[in-house]
């Protein structure tokens, strides 16, 4: 192999490459980083995703490793709970924690990948190049066919490692699925999203309450409201294509102002461009990828959405891209001589909680959009938090495991289905406890 090979070659300069970077350049291996899209710093950033996302703890637990936590942390907006909007306008607060300190961070997605690609070059020893499209790779060589999307020349690169991080639609996937043996699913929902703005009032302040995160549920379709640092709020309809309250509904300005009067009143004064971005902004797919393997010898190994894309309904899809970085990182550190040995302790540890936190992600679009108003479902958050309160050492929300800690998301889940059955079972002693108390006093009284 040529001496100038680098050791790594990511594919894909998102969110999950830009920090597997700066975990490589840091390790002081040679990287080079090729994405599609041109350099996002020169030209403004075209992610054709959400404008901004929720990070927490995972996420952040990998950003401080690499020494950048605080930097992003500056221009994040912390939302300390969910501000629920009735139908009729009505807004209740509840916080996610019941430590005030407990929250999931606002960012703006082009602001920090801009800052993990900055960060990455600060890096003598990584190269990243862009408007190099990825149009095919050699498993075996390895080695991978770019298309520079400004001549359309093609060229291939000899690779040592191919770190396949080109998100839900990875070509690095699509390729290792053509192998004998490897699973390749990818579900879509029979929803989508849409993106909407709610802008800065005219006096330059947040139109609503800047630290929550603004949830209108309505039973089978929902809006979520994050802030941005500039002020203004990204909202996301998350509505079925089809069918009762779809996007297919509202095919005119005259249906969205209805459906807007009818579901969503009070967003209605703030959002005076409403009808004009309801038209121009794409209505987008939602859908969960799972595949196995993640990895192809020594040689080519998935990260991120590649191998695991899920909806976004538990705000942990970049979060647990971040994980995968950090845990791919120590993997490489502990097996340098071996990295095949490395790729599959890197995927056995990771592959069972990229698919729980997948399910988990799932169900919480049904609790959002369907529970999150309902007075069981408050009372149901309301004894959580009251245990975690009274006994903390004991029980700890599902949600606070995954938002806030770095227990495995498959533990988290066992742990939490474990406490739901203490639960149910000292339920069941109290209820026995009772009755006995009443035939008792019963049996006194007669
Ligand atoms: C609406 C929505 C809201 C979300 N909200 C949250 C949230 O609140 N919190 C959270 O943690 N996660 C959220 N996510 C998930 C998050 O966006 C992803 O999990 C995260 O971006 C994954 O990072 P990645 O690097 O794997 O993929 P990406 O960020 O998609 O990066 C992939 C990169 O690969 C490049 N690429 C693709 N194909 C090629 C090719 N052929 N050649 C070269 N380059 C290529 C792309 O240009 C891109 O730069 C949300 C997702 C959506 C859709």
Not at 114 to 127: D, G, S
Not at 158 to 181: C, F, N, T, W, Y
Not at 335 to 342: C, I, M, Q
Not at 379 to 387: A, G, Q, S, V
Request: net charge negative; hydrophobic share 40%; glycine share 8%.
């Amino acid at each position: 192999m040529d001496e100038q090979t680098p050791a790594f070659t990511i594919v894909g300069a998102g969110l999950g490459g830009a920090l597997m970077a700066n975990y490589l350049g840091r390790a002081g291996h040679r990287v080079d980083v090729y994405d599609g899209r041109p350099d996002p710093r020169a030209q403004g950033f075209v992610g054709g995703r959400s404008i901004n996302l929720a990070l927490s703890t995972r996420g952040l637990t990998s950003l401080a490793d690499v020494g950048l936590a605080d930097r992003v942390l500056e221009d994040a907006i912390p939302m300390r709970g969910r501000m629920m909007h009735s139908a009729r306008g009505e807004l209740s607060f509840q916080p996610y924690s019941k430590d005030p300190n407990d929250a999931i961070n606002s960012v703006s997605r082009g602001g920090l990948n801009i800052t993990l690609l900055n960060a990455a070059e600060e890096y003598r020893n990584v190269r990243l190049f862009f408007d190099q499209k990825l149009m095919d790779v050699n498993l075996d060589a390895p080695a991978v066919r770019l298309q520079d999307q400004q001549s359309g020349e093609e060229r291939v690169e000899q690779a040592r490692v191919v770190i396949g991080a080109d998100g839900a639609g990875s070509i690095v996937r699509k390729v290792m699925a053509e192998r004998p043996l490897f699973s390749n699913s990818v579900e879509f929902l029979e929803h989508g999203y849409k993106e909407l703005t709610i802008p800065p009032t005219e006096a330059g302040e947040f139109a609503m309450e800047p630290s929550a995160l603004h949830i209108w549920p309505r039973g089978g379709f929902m809006m979520i409201a994050l802030p941005n640092k500039d002020r203004s709020f990204t909202c996301t309809c998350f509505w079925p294509f089809k069918g009762e309250n779809s996007f297919e509904r509202v095919p005119d300005r005259a249906s969205v102002q209805a459906f807007f009067e009818k579901e969503f009143r009070d967003t209605i004064p703030l959002m005076p461009t409403l009808l004009e971005d309801f038209e121009q902004n794409p209505t987008s797919p939602l859908g969960t990828v799972r595949c196995y393997p993640w990895r192809h010898e020594d040689k080519v190994v998935l990260l991120g959405d590649a191998s695991h894309a899920i909806v976004p309904f538990y705000g942990q899809g970049m979060n647990a891209a971040f994980e995968d970085c950090r845990a791919l990182d120590a993997r490489i550190a502990e097996s340098t001589d071996d990295l095949e040995v490395a790729f599959a302790r890197y995927e056995e540890d990771r592959k069972i909680n990229a698919d729980t936190i997948a399910d988990l992600a799932l169900a919480n679009f049904i609790e959002m959009r369907d529970h999150t108003g309902s007075p069981a479902f408050l009372r149901r958050k309301r004894f959580e938090k009251t245990l975690h309160r009274l006994l903390p050492g004991w029980y700890k929300p599902l949600y606070n495991m995954v938002s806030f800690s770095n227990i495995p998301y498959a533990e988290a889940r066992e742990i939490a289905r474990r406490q739901a059955m203490q639960i149910r079972f000292v339920g069941r002693l109290i209820q026995i406890a009772l009755v006995l108390i009443i035939v008792l006093v019963i049996g006194m009284t007669l």
